[in-house]
C-alpha cells in the first residue's frame, strides 16, 4: 500500500514569492485553511476546517514545525483525529523548493499514514489545495 504523497507544481514566481503562500498565515488561509501558523522551528499549531456531514476528520489539524530553511525548505507535523477525538493519523508534510530558470518547482511529500483512505482523501484534497495556489498566485501576480 502506497503510504505518503507525492505532488511537483511549477510556479512563474520566484521562491521567495511562493515561500509567503506557504508562511504567511493570512497567505496560506487563501488556498489551505484557517491556521496560526508561524515559520519558527517548534513551534505548535493548527490548521482548522468545517468538516462536511459524512466526513470522518473533526475539522482540526494539529502540527508541529519541523524545519525551516527559508525559501528552499519547510516541514511539519500533521496530525489529525476523528470526531471522537480518537487520533486517525499521525504524519509529515515536506515543501521543498527549487528554484528553475522561469520560476519555482514546488514539491510536497506528505507521509506517515496507515490507511489507504487517509492517503486518498489528503492526495485529494491536496490537489484541489495546490490548484487553488495556482489560480491566487497567479492572479497575485498581475
Given at each position: 500500500?502506497?503510504?505518503?504523497?507525492?505532488?511537483?507544481?511549477?510556479?512563474?514566481?520566484?521562491?521567495?514569492?511562493?515561500?509567503?503562500?506557504?508562511?504567511?498565515?493570512?497567505?496560506?488561509?487563501?488556498?489551505?485553511?484557517?491556521?496560526?501558523f508561524q515559520p519558527i522551528s517548534g513551534h505548535r499549531f493548527l490548521f482548522t476546517f468545517t468538516p462536511k456531514a459524512e466526513s470522518k476528520y473533526d475539522g482540526?489539524?494539529?502540527?508541529?514545525?519541523?524545519?525551516?530553511?527559508?525559501?528552499?525548505?519547510?516541514?511539519?507535523?500533521?496530525?489529525?483525529?476523528?470526531?471522537?477525538?480518537?487520533?486517525?493519523?499521525?504524519?509529515?508534510?515536506?515543501?521543498?523548493?527549487?528554484?528553475?530558470?522561469q520560476g519555482t518547482e514546488l514539491r510536497l511529500q506528505h507521509d506517515g499514514f496507515t490507511l489507504l483512505e487517509d492517503v486518498i482523501n489528503h492526495a485529494n484534497g491536496w490537489n484541489n489545495c495546490l490548484k487553488r495556489f495556482e489560480e491566487i498566485i497567479n492572479t497575485a501576480k498581475k
Open positions: 500500500m502506497q503510504k505518503e504523497i507525492k505532488q511537483s507544481w511549477h510556479f512563474d514566481q520566484s521562491p521567495e514569492e511562493v515561500w509567503e503562500y506557504l508562511t504567511k498565515p493570512e497567505l496560506i488561509e487563501l488556498w489551505l485553511m484557517k491556521t496560526d482540526l489539524v494539529q502540527c508541529e514545525v519541523l524545519e525551516v530553511k527559508p525559501f528552499s525548505k519547510l516541514s511539519y507535523s500533521w496530525n489529525g483525529s476523528s470526531g471522537s477525538g480518537n487520533s486517525t493519523f499521525n504524519s509529515k508534510v515536506v515543501w521543498i523548493l527549487v528554484p528553475k530558470e
